[in-house]
């Protein structure tokens, strides 16, 4: 069966979606992520859809609902390499994706989620008042 | 008067070489002749045409409805010749005259063959000058609808030209909007600004509303929807210069701006990017040898 790769890099997970989504597809990454996250502890996913040229309300709320999953997972996600006519399509439906990170490409999404572990720690290591 | 049958057919028949004669001379006189737009040759060519399909079309001996299948190649010549007039820059008069002159050389020929017969000839004369004043209006229609569609090309190109994205900083887009920002220009601001942040991978963009004398609420959904559409992308969007008037008709139109980051001027949101980007801009350093 058709499936989308997910690769590890340190603490990260990194999806890069290159085929057209499709409902099953879009399930089974999502119950495929869900895994990895637990079993590699990531703190982090990013998903590049730059490849994708739609994106449909149904993939849309997976994304979310990825994200939120990975949330409570305590993984942050960024969703990087949108392109114009998917986010105008996406605004158009009033779908905004709140509380999904986004980033206009990869090197940024990661920069993204690198500062948001950097924050994390530093909190951690503050001392309690 | 009802059992009469027309002549009109059988003048067009029997004296087409000289209507066509005739009704050059007519257009050679009349405004229709633009020398300096086109040449003669061309004109008795279209002319020669015109009486060929006219006379055929007459044929069908319905001289009323024009809608008729059998005026379908007279109309769709109309068309095309008023089409190319409206192009070579002829005035709507002058080509509603190229159909309507034709009048005069048919009313010669129609006084000839009803000589002495005053109703008949008044009854086909009547005829002639409603079909001709048709075909008169529906090459005007079609003149108009040419010009209409020159003017929408026009105003497309405008649009294009109205809405500059420029680059402020590597880094951030800046896009000024001067003048009424309806939905439909709205939707060209998105795209534009769209396609460049993807294009530059620009991190902020500021959209610059100082020059939008109102706003209703489709054109404050269209900026919200540019900026969830901004937001989507990975980028952040400023929306800098709101005039006093339109801060107003948010308010009272009662459109949430939560979550947009607005700014008084551009120069604001400037300040704001940078930040946004962790840059800063402080006064040059003097170099130690220089003089105060």
């Known amino acids: 069966m058709e499936r989308i790769p997910i690769l590890r890099m340190g603490e990260f997970l990194l999806v890069t979606i290159q085929v057209d989504m499709h409902d099953r597809l ?63 399509t996406l605004a158009e439906m009033g779908v905004s994706l709140t509380g999904v990170r986004t980033a206009l490409n990869v090197e940024k999404g990661m920069a993204l989620l690198r500062a948001k572990m950097e924050e994390e720690r530093a909190d951690d290591h503050a001392p309690a008042e | 008067m009802a059992t009469m049958k027309t002549r009109i057919p059988e003048v067009l028949e029997r004296h087409e070489a000289e209507i066509l004669s005739d009704w050059m001379k007519e257009q050679a006189t009349a405004l229709t002749q633009r020398p300096d737009l086109m040449k003669e040759s061309e004109l008795r060519k279209e002319s020669t045409k015109f009486l060929k399909l006219f006379r055929e079309a007459l044929a069908s001996n319905n001289l009323i409805d ?148 109102v706003m209703d609420t489709s054109t404050a959904q269209h900026l919200l929807k540019t900026v969830t559409a901004t937001r989507l992308m990975g980028a952040d969007c400023i929306i800098s210069g709101i005039r006093p008037q339109i801060a107003q008709t948010i308010v009272h139109l009662g459109v949430n701006l939560g979550d947009v980051t607005t700014k008084a001027s551009m120069a604001g949101a400037l300040a704001a990017a940078f930040k946004r980007m962790g840059l800063a801009v402080g006064p040059a350093r003097r170099q130690s040898g220089e003089t105060a």
């Open chain 1, 26 to 88: 879009a399930t089974v990454l999502q119950d495929d992520l869900a895994n990895r996250i637990s079993a590699t502890r990531a703190r982090g996913v990013l998903i590049d859809i730059s490849a994708l040229d739609m994106v449909d309300s149904f993939i849309a709320r997976m994304f979310g609902d990825i994200a939120q999953m990975a949330r409570v997972m305590d993984a942050e996600t960024a969703l990087v390499g949108m392109q114009p006519s998917v986010a105008i």
């Open chain 2, 66 to 213: 024009i809608q008729q299948s059998f005026w379908e190649p007279v109309r769709e010549f109309i068309g095309e010749v008023s089409r190319s007039r409206a192009i070579q820059g002829f005035s709507p008069s002058e080509t509603a005259t190229f159909v309507l002159s034709l009048k005069q050389p048919l009313f010669t020929r129609l006084r000839k063959i009803h000589e002495g017969q005053p109703d008949y000839l008044f009854e086909d004369l009547w005829n002639v000058t409603v079909l001709l004043d048709k075909l008169g209006l529906y090459s005007v229609e079609n003149f108009q609808k040419t010009r209409e569609d020159v003017i929408g090309r026009q105003q497309k190109e405008m649009f294009e030209l109205s809405t500059p994205v420029v680059e402020l900083w590597q880094g951030i887009l800046g896009l000024p909007i001067i003048g009424t920002l309806d939905s439909k220009r709205s939707q060209q601001v998105m795209e534009t600004l769209l396609n460049r942040l993807a294009e530059t991978q620009s991190e902020v963009a500021v959209i610059d509303i100082t020059g939008v004398p």
